[in-house]
């Protein structure tokens, strides 16, 4: 592939092409830029190459920096993408157009009362700990379907399933899995697939990726 003109351009073009090899069309799935650690000031070109979609992972970086861009530019979506605590679920709820990281019953109660009060439903992907790993976010593969009633009950939006695979492991099997678990609950959305796996990810059917640094560089530590 020609190498292309901004990192925006080329994932762009890499999202495309994992597509079409997947026979799938581009426009299933969505890019999520995760601007978690980076100033207004690096957000701004991706937004002037139009480049709508963003995600934070903690509610109160995101409540300082998102209020004023997203006046500017109403069009803006924001997600959450990181663990979140029930008691900012109510800001959570005013702030994010969609939640990738509901993974507990006590999460599903807050969201849902969060959501009640401010009469504004937020779509949620549940986090999945897909690599059974000790200190990972998300819920067991054991109690998801668990999880997933509840939230039914509780009138959450629930949109599909999210994971991230254990470092330094092929992901191929885990896409596959979210995918299946996904499939196997009826559930549309697949949210997978960070800067270093998206390809793979799209291949495997994810709807959402989830790209920080091949967009912005890399994180301070
Ligand atoms: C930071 C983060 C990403 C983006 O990671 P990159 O490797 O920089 O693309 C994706 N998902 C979650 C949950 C994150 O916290």
Redesign the pocket.
């Known amino acids: 592939m020609e190498s292309a003109a901004t990192p925006l351009e080329d994932v762009r073009a890499r999202i495309a092409q994992a597509a079409h090899i997947a026979d799938r069309e581009p426009d299933e799935i969505t890019l999520?830029a995760?601007s978690?650690t980076h100033p207004a000031t690096a957000i701004q070109p991706l937004i002037d190459q139009g480049q709508r979609v963003f995600?934070e992972?903690r509610v109160q970086e995101a409540q300082a920096k998102w209020p004023a861009l997203r006046e500017a530019y109403p069009d803006i979506e924001l997600h959450l993408?990181?663990q979140l605590q029930s008691n900012k679920a109510d800001d959570a709820v005013a702030l994010f157009d969609c939640i990738?990281?509901l993974d507990r019953p006590s999460l599903v109660s807050a969201l849902a009362k969060a959501m009640d009060k401010a009469g504004r439903q937020v779509p949620c992907f549940v986090q999945v700990n897909i690599g059974a790993e000790q200190q990972k976010g998300g819920c067991a593969i054991a109690d998801l379907p668990a999880l997933l009633d509840r939230a039914r009950e509780a009138g959450l939006p629930v949109i599909g399933l999210?994971c991230?695979p254990p470092l330094e492991i092929e992901p191929a099997p885990f896409f596959a899995l979210l995918d299946k678990l996904a499939g196997d609950h009826g559930l549309p959305g697949r949210s997978m697939g960070?800067?270093?796996d998206?390809e793979t990810a799209i291949m495997l059917g994810a709807t959402h990726v989830?790209?920080?640094?091949?967009?912005?560089g890399?994180?301070p530590a």
């Open positions: 999520v995760i978690k995600g992972n993408v990181g990738h990281s999210m991230v960070m800067s270093g998206y989830r790209v920080g640094s091949a967009l912005f890399s994180r």
